[in-house]
């Protein structure tokens, strides 16, 4: 009888273990969102300054439509850090939440690139070349896939989505 009350004793010990390592992980993961965000803020605001700041330095029409193109792609982008941030809350309550959340804006970070420089890309084969059209695409999104693929993902897959309630159990045993 007492090696049953240990071994559930021991069950629920280590399921309420790995609860609390889930609500941890999720507080952690709620900690990579918001650097995430301001870094990614941060570093697009500061290409959109550099880009904008440069291109009235160049005398090459081609390179400085290029740079006020990437200027404003690089604008959306941190605007888009800024006023849809990716935000995961630390509550373990919430796992499933914040699974849906960044599993949204991942996709949504996709759509985003491919629009943001598409667009840009038609600009620019409008104004400049279908070929400088074609290399600005395929750095902008180069960058908006790294932003994407550098986003917290952990909440979206969990090893094992645990109730952060402790779980309750019972075991049997017999001497023979």
Partial sequence: MRLAVVALLLVANAA?????DVCARLAREHDRAVRWNVAWGIGLGAAAIVQAG???LIS?????????VGAAESAIGA???LVTPLRVSASCADLDDAGHRE???FY????GGIVVNGGGALVLAHYTTTANAALAFAIGY??????????PR?????IIALDPKPMVGFGVSTRF
């Fill in 60 to 68: 090459n029409r081609e390179q400085r439509d290029t740079l006020i």
């Fill in 108 to 111: 949504l970070d996709h759509i």
């Fill in 103 to 105: 599993r949204v804006a």
């Fill in 154 to 158: 952990w909440a979206w897959h969990p």
């Fill in 79 to 81: 605007a888009a850090s």
């Fill in 54 to 56: 440069a291109a009235p």
């Fill in 16 to 20: 309420q273990a790995q609860a609390n």
């Fill in 142 to 151: 180069s960058v908006a896939l790294v932003r994407t693929y550098t986003m």
